[in-house]
C-alpha cells in the first residue's frame, strides 16, 4: 500500500505561484496513475489534474487549465503540481492521490490512495 505525503503549500498573493509536491513510498511508484484534487471550505473535492504511469499523458480540470503543470519524476517517486497565476478562488486543501492502473492514462477519479493535504491559500 502506497503512502502519500503532500508539501509545498503555504499563504501567496493573487498572481503568484506554488510547486506542490507529493512524495510516495511503500508502493511501485511508476504502476500508479497520479492526481491531485482540492476541497475548499464548504465545497465538495474537485479534480485538479492528472499524469499517467509513464508521465507521457495529461489531464487537467477547465479551471486550472493554462495555470498549472503537472510532473512526475519516477526516479523520486515524486508528483508535482506547477500553480502560476493563483487567484483567490484556488485557496483550498490540495490533495495528492494514486490510483492503480494497467493503462497509460491520466485519471480524473477512481483513486485508491491519499494523502493528508496541504493548504494552499491565495490573498487578495
Known amino acids: 500500500q502506497v503512502q502519500l505525503v503532500e508539501s509545498g503549500g503555504g499563504l501567496v498573493q493573487a498572481g503568484g505561484s506554488l510547486r506542490l509536491s507529493c512524495a510516495a513510498s511503500?508502493?511501485?511508484?511508476?504502476?500508479?496513475?497520479m492526481g491531485w484534487f482540492r476541497q475548499a471550505p464548504g465545497k465538495e473535492r474537485e479534480f485538479v489534474a492528472a499524469v499517467s504511469r509513464s508521465g507521457s499523458n495529461y489531464g487537467y480540470a477547465d479551471s486550472v487549465k493554462g495555470r498549472a503543470t503537472i510532473s512526475r519524476d519516477n526516479a523520486k517517486n515524486t508528483v508535482y503540481l506547477q500553480m502560476n497565476s493563483l487567484k483567490p478562488e484556488d485557496t483550498a486543501v490540495y490533495f495528492c492521490a494514486a490510483k492503480t492502473t494497467l493503462v497509460d492514462l491520466p485519471l480524473s477519479r477512481g483513486y485508491d490512495y491519499w494523502g493528508q493535504g496541504t493548504q494552499v491559500t491565495v490573498s487578495s
Open positions: 511503500g508502493g511501485t511508484f511508476s504502476v500508479y496513475a
